[in-house]
């Protein structure tokens, strides 16, 4: 039983998530579970889904996808809907971090990553949207990163995808939020999974775990919330970063470390990381 609640508060709801072999996906798969709701994970790793799954419960179903595809992406919402019925809530947390040097991390990681991270939530709306707003109803959740609010050295590919998913999903809530659909973004600082294997974090700002994330995800369906941050304290920190104008923020950041986090990397700790994401 989740830690922060003993309440089966999402009891009846049916959810897909895609990413849950590991990290922030099975931690909120487990989440999710814990509070009631009928969880449906996809993960391009099937044996990761099945693994997790197994763990979770045995209602819990897994299923191969690629995020990339539109076809694995309607083939993975129809098995979910046989399993459970009509779909509730669809996350899209699938996502890649490569990092490094702009000019260095070569082209194919670089179009595998924004199809991923990008192109993947866009699929995944495109594809959950028609059964929801003939329902009347429905809730999408986006899982990007505060790295979307503030690109730094080294992150480029990725700030600029969440950057994107940002907007994705702001997008998507005007356009969309009259007709009964409700969206969350979600932006987590560094969180301890293998995203950030080789990284040493940020000054002053202690990562989060995964089962936080996964709680301010499943509060965000509990209580619709638009904006998810975590740790909270990024809503403030980001809002205030754009008052204080280019030359003060990058003169602070600068002085925090802030700009070397993905250039100062271990390579020989990303290694693993860097080989699975580049087969996936």
């Known amino acids: ?20 072999g590991r990290g922030i996906g099975r931690a909120t ?58 779909l509730d809530v669809l996350i899209n947390n699938a996502g890649v971090m490569p990092i490094g040097h702009f000019l260095e991390i070569s082209e194919d990681t670089v179009r595998r990553a924004t199809e991923i991270n990008l192109l993947g939530p866009t699929l995944g709306m495109r594809a959950a949207l028609p059964d929801m707003l003939a329902q009347g109803r429905g809730h999408i959740v986006n899982v990007a990163s505060v790295a979307g609010k503030a690109a730094v ?7 600029s995808h969440k950057a994107g998913v940002i907007a994705l999903t702001e997008g998507a809530r005007l356009e969309f939020g009259s007709r ?5 973004c979600v932006m987590p600082s560094f969180t301890n999974t293998d995203l950030i294997a080789g990284t040493k974090g940020t000054k002053f700002l202690k990562n989060v775990e995964p089962e936080d994330v996964a709680r301010g995800i499943a509060d965000a369906i509990e209580h619709k919330h638009k904006d998810v941050y975590l740790p909270k304290s990024l809503r403030q920190i980001t809002f205030t970063q754009t008052l204080t104008g280019r030359r003060l923020r990058d003169f602070l950041n600068r002085r ?18 860097n080989d699975r994401i580049s087969k996936s």
Do not use: W
Not at 153 to 159: I, S
């Open 1 to 20: 039983m989740s830690a922060s609640t003993g309440a089966r508060t999402l009891s009846g709801k049916r959810i897909a998530i895609t990413g849950a």
């Open 29 to 86: 798969a487990q989440e999710l579970h814990d509070r009631g709701a009928l969880v449906a994970i996809g993960d391009i790793d099937a044996d990761a889904a099945k693994d997790a799954a197994a763990a979770i419960g045995p209602d819990v179903t897994a299923h191969h996808l690629d995020v990339t595809d539109s076809e694995s992406f309607a083939s993975f919402l129809a098995d979910a809907k046989q399993a459970m019925g009509n």
């Open 153 to 159: 050295p080294g992150g480029l590919y990725y700030c």
């Open 180 to 184: 009964g659909i409700d969206f969350t």
């Open 256 to 273: 925090l470390g802030a700009y070397d986090t993905f250039l100062d990397v271990d390579q020989t700790g990303r290694a693993a990381y």
